[in-house]
């Protein structure tokens, strides 16, 4: 009996050891798949080809795909950056970049939605991210539709200037009382007027402010403010009040800006670039 007991515990012992082993090769493969399938933690290359910068004019007729509700097509404008124009009611159309917010790769326009080939994101006909790899929506333009013509028209865009510059544009006067948050030490507020070139003062102190890019050092994403930090949308990359990277995507810290503040004229003067 002893001897039998010897035995089924030899076997017992390999059997574990088995078991563990290939337990270890399977959790290998599960970082290695969510490391480089995902592609969330690998060097990223800045996206490009993103906003258009030339008008178009399209004839609906030219387009069968946008005949029917539901219906998308891609129309690439002059510049070549990749655009879709969806049809998302009888008299209501979207156009959307069809450059992945992930890594810049251009989707494919499959059925009823988006793929994009590189890592898998998911996304629906008016660009809403629906799944596969963790990203931001897509970027949407402006666009008028003229049932008479049957014409849809995206308007030329241009990138926006930043609010109040001084010196050449170098320079972003913030008067302090439009903004109510920065009347209290801790307090955090965007201050460039939604533009493309995206800021926020942060006070620190009674005479005290810190100036920061809200572009992540990651992939160039628009941080968002949340609680008494920031937090990138896109990759889950998160930053203390004063820029400096806290955890989620590895990146470096936010970009600071010279601030200087006037008790006088209560404005902070930030310097740019």
């Not at 030219?62 to 990749?82: C, H, K, N, W």
């Amino acid at each position: 009996m002893s001897a039998t007991r010897d035995v089924a515990c030899t076997g017992c012992a390999l059997d574990r050891r088995t078991f563990f082993s290939q337990s270890t090769l399977v959790a290998v493969a599960a970082l290695l798949v969510d490391a480089c399938g995902t592609g969330v933690w690998e060097p990223l290359a800045p996206i490009t080809n993103i906003f258009p910068v030339a008008g178009l004019s399209l004839k609906l007729a030219d387009y069968p795909a946008l005949t029917a509700v539901g219906g998308i097509a891609r129309v690439d404008e002059p510049t070549g950056a990749p655009l879709a124009v969806a049809r998302m009611g009888a008299a209501t159309f979207v156009a959307i970049s069809l450059s992945c917010p992930h890594q810049g790769t251009t989707l494919d326009v499959a059925g009823s939605g988006l793929t994009c080939p590189n890592h898998g994101a998911r996304f629906a006909i008016d660009g809403t991210w629906t799944g596969g790899q963790v990203t931001a929506n897509l970027t949407t333009h402006p666009l008028v539709f003229n049932a008479a013509t049957g014409t849809v028209n995206i308007p030329a865009q241009q990138p926006a200037a930043l609010p109040t510059p001084v010196n050449n544009g170098h320079q972003l006067v913030v008067t302090l009382a439009k903004f109510p948050e920065l009347a209290t030490i801790g307090g955090m507020a965007r201050v460039d007027g939604n533009s493309t070139s995206p800021l926020a003062l942060v006070r620190t102190g009674g005479a005290t402010f810190v100036a920061l890019s809200m572009r992540c050092t990651h992939q160039g994403a628009t941080v968002a403010i949340q609680s008494g930090g920031f937090f990138c949308p896109r990759h889950a990359a998160r930053f203390s009040a004063t820029g400096a990277w806290l955890g989620g995507q590895r990146t470096s810290d936010l970009t600071a800006m010279p601030a200087t503040y006037s008790a006088t004229t209560g404005t902070v003067t930030i310097t740019i670039g």
